[in-house]
């Protein structure tokens, strides 16, 4: 079995150049015992070894694993459902809401435990925010602070007011590479207004930084997992050539 990772995420490569195309991995992903949230109930990553080439019962020497592992762990997708009853499984989501052009927000000036505010959000976007596309809201926070045994409790966090210049703006997605509530915030506000608004949440991004230009075309879309209310995905953006209509 492997050994815990608790270290910065980045052991794949960032980025390559495919011909005319840049493709940039912003995923952070499963490891056998890296960090989880600090509470009973939220389980820690497991991956086992079902099988190996050495114990196959019929001697093809196959090798087969099991993942045990909450949803809400790496990156990952919330759906509606995640809070809003009713609402949409992650089965339940349009695949085109998760490809597409994507904005990319700095908003690397905000500090440990400070919230992003709508004015934030206004000023990072500069004018070119327009309905239907998807925020990748960066302040380098995963790829700083992984692992670090406090990440939970110090982050930059979504005020609500965020949460409503997302709504507002007509957001079809919104991904961050930091935590979307203000620690300690058990009502849950930014979950339940981006989510009640039909708005999926894409969680602990990380390598925004390796974004060049402020338009991406991003691909994140999760697993299909029928009533589930999030679901890991592998997030890549892709640079040069990318179609974005008359911005």
């Known amino acids: 079995m492997a050994s815990g990772h608790t270290g910065r995420p980045g052991q794949q490569?960032?980025?390559?150049?495919?011909?005319?195309?840049?493709?940039?991995?912003?995923?952070?992903?499963?490891?056998?015992?890296?960090?989880?949230?600090?509470?009973?109930?939220?389980?820690?990553?497991?991956?086992?070894?079902?099988?190996?080439?050495?114990?196959?019962?019929?001697?093809?020497?196959?090798?087969?694993?099991?993942?045990?592992?909450?949803?809400?762990?790496?990156?990952?997708?919330?759906?509606?459902?995640?809070?809003?009853?009713?609402?949409?499984?992650?089965?339940?989501?349009?695949?085109?809401?998760?490809?597409?052009?994507?904005?990319?927000?700095?908003?690397?000036?905000?500090?440990?435990?400070?919230?992003?505010?709508?004015?934030?959000?206004?000023?990072?976007?500069?004018?070119?925010?327009?309905?239907?596309?998807?925020?990748?809201?960066?302040?380098?926070?995963?790829?700083?602070?992984?692992?670090?045994?406090?990440?939970?409790?110090?982050?930059p966090y979504l005020a609500p007011s965020a949460a409503d210049w997302c709504v507002e703006q007509g957001a079809a997605l919104v991904g961050l590479d930091f935590l979307t509530e203000e620690p300690g915030d058990r009502d849950f506000p930014v979950h339940r207004r981006l989510l009640e608004a039909d708005i999926p949440i894409l969680e602990y991004l990380r390598n925004l930084k390796a974004l060049r230009g402020p338009i991406v075309w991003l691909m994140a879309a999760p697993m299909l997992v029928e009533g589930a209310e999030a679901a890991p995905v592998r997030a890549l953006a892709v640079e040069g050539g990318v179609p974005y209509g008359d911005g």
């Open 13 to 155: 490569p960032n980025a390559k150049e495919v011909g005319p195309l840049r493709i940039i991995d912003l995923t952070l992903g499963y490891s056998h015992g890296m960090p989880a949230y600090g509470t009973a109930w939220y389980s820690q990553v497991e991956i086992r070894p079902l099988m190996t080439p050495e114990t196959d019962p019929t001697g093809h020497g196959r090798r087969f694993s099991q993942f045990v592992f909450n949803p809400h762990n790496a990156t990952h997708v919330d759906a509606p459902s995640h809070f809003v009853p009713g609402g949409k499984n992650v089965s339940d989501l349009e695949p085109d809401r998760f490809i597409g052009p994507a904005l990319v927000l700095d908003l690397t000036h905000c500090g440990l435990y400070e919230p992003v505010t709508a004015d934030d959000l206004e000023a990072a976007a500069g004018g070119r925010m327009r309905p239907g596309l998807r925020l990748l809201l960066r302040t380098d926070y995963v790829d700083r602070h992984w692992g670090d045994p406090d990440f939970w409790q110090k982050p």
